[in-house]
T-cell receptor, first 112, second 115 residues
C-alpha cells in the first residue's frame, strides 16, 4: 500500500504568485489533514477535509489560503499571492478512521 | 485547550546507550497520544500510539512508550540507541470529538547519537 503522496516536494514562488500543493491520501483513507511546519512555531494544524467537504478549517489563515478535496483527484492546498512568511514545509496526512494520521513527505515552499 | 510539552529541545546520547524522551500533555478527556519521528527533509513517521488499555505500548524500531495518567506523561524509551535513530521526535495529542480531529504537537526533541 503506497503511502501518502505529496507533490511537488519543493516549490519556489516569487512574491505575489500562487502556490498549489497536492496530496493523494493512502488508498482507502477518506480523511485528509494539512499541517504547516515553521522553524519557530513547530507543526500546526491547518485544515481537515473529507471528500467534497471541509470539516474543520480553524487553523487556516483567513485570507489567501484555501483547501479542497474533490470527489475525484487529490486534495489541493492553494495559497494565493504568496508572501515570504508563507515559506514553510506543508504536510498532508490521511486517516482511515479520523484517529491515526499518516503523513506524507511534505512540500517545502520557498517564497523569493 | 490541549497542549503538549517536550521539555528537552536537544538530547545527545552515545550509540548503545538507553534513551528516554519526555512528553507531558494537557487534555481534559482521555487522551489519544502519539509519537512521530522526522528525519531531516522528510515527513513524519508514526512510531507508536496509545488509545486505551495497556499503558505500556510497543512501537516500531524497538521503541516503547508508557502512559502515566497521574503524571500526564507519555515518555518514549529505547533500551539501546542506534546511530540511525538520530532525528527529531514529536509527541502529539489528538483533539477528538465533534468535528475536531486534529493533532496538537509538542515542539520536538532533536536526538543526536554519538558513535
Amino acid at each position: 500500500n503506497a503511502g501518502v503522496m505529496q507533490n511537488p516536494r519543493h516549490l519556489v514562488r516569487r512574491r505575489g504568485q500562487e502556490a498549489r500543493l497536492r496530496c493523494s491520501p493512502m488508498k482507502g483513507h477518506s480523511h485528509v489533514y494539512w499541517y504547516r511546519q515553521l522553524p519557530e512555531e513547530g507543526l500546526k494544524f491547518m485544515v481537515y477535509l473529507q471528500k467534497e467537504n471541509i470539516i474543520d478549517e480553524s487553523g487556516m489563515p483567513k485570507e489567501r489560503f484555501s483547501a479542497e478535496f474533490p470527489k475525484e483527484g487529490p486534495s489541493i492546498l492553494r495559497i494565493q499571492q504568496v508572501v515570504r512568511g508563507d515559506s514553510a514545509a506543508y504536510f498532508c496526512a490521511s486517516s482511515p478512521d479520523r484517529y491515526t494520521q499518516y503523513f506524507g513527505p511534505g512540500t517545502r515552499l520557498t517564497v523569493l | 485547550a490541549q497542549s503538549v510539552t517536550q521539555p528537552d529541545i536537544h538530547i545527545t546520547v552515545s550509540e548503545g546507550a538507553s534513551l528516554e524522551l519526555r512528553c507531558n500533555y494537557s487534555y481534559g478527556a482521555t487522551p489519544y497520544l502519539f509519537w512521530y519521528v522526522q528525519s531531516p527533509g522528510q515527513g513524519l513517521q508514526l512510531l507508536l500510539k496509545y488509545f486505551s488499555g495497556d499503558t505500556l505500548v510497543q512501537g516500531i524500531k524497538g521503541f516503547e512508550a508508557e502512559f502515566k495518567r497521574s503524571q500526564s506523561s507519555f515518555n518514549l524509551r529505547k533500551p539501546s540507541v542506534h546511530w540511525s535513530d538520530a532525528a527529531e521526535y514529536f509527541c502529539a495529542v489528538l483533539n477528538s470529538g465533534g468535528s475536531n480531529y486534529k493533532l496538537t504537537f509538542g515542539k520536538g526533541t532533536l536526538l543526536t547519537v554519538n558513535p
